[in-house]
């Protein structure tokens, strides 16, 4: 958990006996932002245990009652042998890439794909409290090239690894498709300060827009990401 962030109550304790006492492989709960003026809860309570293959969609989907994306690692429980069968399923070749963006997603996906048994707990157990960090430094961060090649780095090895994890079908390559719209947009404050990382990007793109299992509208809006990149390299050049 984030050092600035807390646990609410004895909300561990709670779902591990729930955990245990129902055989569930993840147990999650509820948490909730705090802002300066305003906090907001996140997800609504799911009380039925949900199984495979159901379990595998939730994570980009939000199928069934679950109406927002959950990639949050943070507010769950998840049985040690499902943990470790998730990072045998990452391998050691992604393991020791060390990212640091958006690497909270990759895990979960796999634990996602590796457990049998998930279930929401009513109870809220994770406070997410407003950030000492300003707008100004997130500026230096995009205008500092090491951080900026670093998103570049991290976001489109963690999408390769997706679409070589997913299976070969429409459904399930839309999760790469998923993820590539969660980390779109934050390219276009950084993109005059990427000075390297392009043949990854080729690399990724060859794979995503020779694939059939995306729609033609998707691959438009994947060639126009690519070309405003390969516009801002050639520039450079």
């Known amino acids: 958990?984030?050092?600035?962030?807390?646990?609410?109550?004895?909300i561990l304790e709670k779902v591990y006996i729930t955990a245990k006492t129902k055989n569930i492989d993840i147990v999650q709960y509820k948490f909730f932002k705090k802002y300066e003026n305003y906090s907001f809860l996140i997800e609504k309570t799911k009380g039925d245990i949900i199984y495979q293959p159901e379990l595998?969609?939730?994570?980009f989907y939000g199928k069934g009652s679950f109406e927002q994306v959950i990639f949050y690692i943070f507010n769950r429980i998840i049985k040690k042998d499902v943990y470790l069968n998730a990072l045998m399923f990452m391998g050691d070749e992604f393991l020791n890439e060390k990212l640091y963006l958006n690497e909270d997603i990759i895990p979960l996906f796999c634990i996602f794909r590796n457990a049998s048994s998930f279930l929401v707990f009513d109870d809220i157990g994770y406070a997410?409290?407003?950030?000492k960090n300003n707008v100004k430094?997130?500026?230096?961060?995009y205008h500092n090239s090491s951080y900026v090649n670093?998103?570049?780095h991290d976001n489109f090895i963690e999408l390769k690894f997706l679409y070589k994890k997913t299976e070969n079908n429409e459904?399930?390559?839309a999760i790469c498709w998923?993820?590539?719209k969660i980390f779109k947009n934050q390219y276009r404050?950084?993109?005059?300060n990427i000075t390297e990382g392009y043949e990854l990007l080729d690399d990724v793109f060859d794979l995503l827009l020779d694939s059939k299992y995306f729609k033609d509208n998707q691959k438009i809006k994947m060639q126009q990401l690519k070309d405003n990149m390969m516009a801002n390299r050639y520039i450079k050049k």
């Open 189 to 192: 404050p950084i993109l005059n």
């Open 1 to 10: 958990m984030d050092s600035d962030d807390i646990l609410v109550g004895n």
């Open 178 to 180: 998923e993820f590539l």
């Open 171 to 173: 459904h399930d390559k």
């Open 150 to 152: 670093r998103i570049f």
């Open 137 to 141: 430094s997130l500026y230096d961060q």
């Open 128 to 131: 997410k409290l407003p950030r």
């Open 56 to 59: 595998s969609d939730l994570l």
